[in-house]
């Protein structure tokens, strides 16, 4: 789930799901929401660090107790799903501003991986010959010359691999 895609008043039907009825628009069978969904498995939140306030609270419930309420309805399940987490927001600095958790932080920060930028990455000139293949540049028969993938890798890439993937699409059109 991309927290920062959806609407903050979509959220929290889409992690807890909803009984039939439970709001204008509700589907007529309900939803079992992600929460559920991801029971026995794995829930990947992307950009958590613009999850809203309120529904960091209802979060860290869940992830405490292990059990989930659907909207506009009374009955507790039981869940149990391992959580992966994504942001590009400063956590510690959001805690400190007071906009996400501190208490919720910490449960998510079990094991902490930092992505470098890409303009930090080493052998980024393989990385780039590996997603022109990926993209179908070989398939096409179309080669990246050495002072193309030079000139790639030496960017700075502010949008990181989407923003090269994008451009290495550009160059095959």
């Known amino acids: 789930i991309n927290c920062a895609a959806l609407p ?24 079992t929401g992600k929460f559920r969904e991801a029971d026995g498995g794995v829930l990947f939140l992307d950009e958590i660090g613009d999850m809203p306030l309120a529904l960091q609270t209802r979060l860290l419930r869940v992830l405490q107790e292990k059990k989930v309420t659907p909207l506009g309805g009374n009955t ?7 959580l992966v987490c994504a942001t590009h ?51 096409r028969q179309i080669a990246l010359t050495h002072e193309v993938v030079s000139h790639l890798a030496g960017c700075r890439w502010p949008g990181n691999v989407r923003q090269l ?3 290495l699409r550009v160059l095959l059109a």
């Not at 507790?76 to 391992?82: D, H, K, S, T």
């Open 8 to 31: 903050e008043n979509l959220i929290e039907s889409e992690l807890f799901g909803y009984v039939p009825g439970a709001f204008t628009g509700a589907s007529q069978k309900g939803y």
């Open 89 to 139: 927001q400063d956590l510690v600095q959001r805690v400190q501003q007071g906009v996400f958790r501190e208490d919720l932080f910490y449960r998510i920060q079990e094991f902490h991986l930092r992505i470098p930028p890409l303009r930090q990455w080493p052998h980024i000139d393989r990385f780039i010959l590996r997603l022109w293949h990926e993209l179908g540049g070989v398939a």
């Open 165 to 167: 993937i994008s451009q």
């Open 76 to 82: 507790v399940y039981p869940v149990e799903f391992a």
